[in-house]
């Protein structure tokens, strides 16, 4: 797995360096202060996963996760942030941030994080979930839009709510299928079509919207 540390503190991205430099398969390919650094060294390399600070000088980590995704739709995105970060906590998953990890994380959360992203989930600490479920009761966006408890069945077919449900639950497209009996492929674009009946954009606003919804 290859990782690019962005955050503006030298101390910070040595710090995960060095727990990431103990783990076997996971190579640390770049370093950025800023989000233009992250994006002239995805012009160069390749990485699987972005360790990405919200707060960073010039492009935040917020923008340089929109940019990131738009722009290299596979390269994953998690965001580095503190408690008290929480009003770019829902901002940073509407623009498709791949997941949330705490600046004091243990190691193990880290790791844990960086492979449930390569595999398509998500991992959220409890606390920035309870932010984000509160952030989403709370917000009037334009891509989430409310509908009746009880039309949710009349939107979606049997078959779409029980892959929901298994999103619901942070599961990757090919666990989905397992579990299924469905090849990854259906799967996708089953996912696709739940998207576009709820009009959200991704698997986190689908998330949060059924999580309120069933």
């Known amino acids: ?7 503006d503190q030298p101390i910070v991205r040595e710090g995960l360096k060095m727990i990431l430099s103990l783990h076997e398969g996971i190579n640390v390919i770049g370093e950025a202060s800023h989000g233009e650094e992250v994006l002239q060294l995805l012009s160069q390399t390749e ?3 972005v360790l990405m600070d919200i707060r960073m000088p010039g492009m935040d980590g917020i923008e340089a996760t929109k940019a990131v995704k738009t722009q290299y739709p596979s390269v994953k995105v998690i965001i580095l942030t503190t408690f008290h970060d929480n009003e770019y906590i829902f901002t940073g ?3 498709g941030a791949d997941g949330y990890i705490l600046k004091d994380a243990d190691s193990d959360e880290i790791i844990a994080s960086l492979q449930a992203a390569c595999e398509g989930n998500m991992m959220l600490n409890p606390k920035i979930t309870l932010k984000v479920v509160k952030a989403f009761n709370e917000m009037n966006t334009e891509t989430v839009k409310e509908q009746p408890r009880e039309e949710l ?4 077919t049997p078959r779409e709510l029980e892959v929901a449900k298994h999103i619901m639950e942070g599961k990757s497209n090919k666990s989905i299928g397992a579990a299924l009996f469905l090849t990854e492929g259906t799967v996708k674009n089953y996912v696709s079509r739940i998207l576009e009946k709820l009009e959200v954009t991704n698997r986190t606003e689908l998330t949060l919207y059924l999580q309120k919804m069933m």
């Open 153 to 156: 069945t009349a939107i979606l």
């Open 47 to 49: 990485p699987d996963v």
């Open 93 to 95: 998953l509407k623009n």
């Open 1 to 7: 797995m290859n990782v690019i540390i962005a955050d």
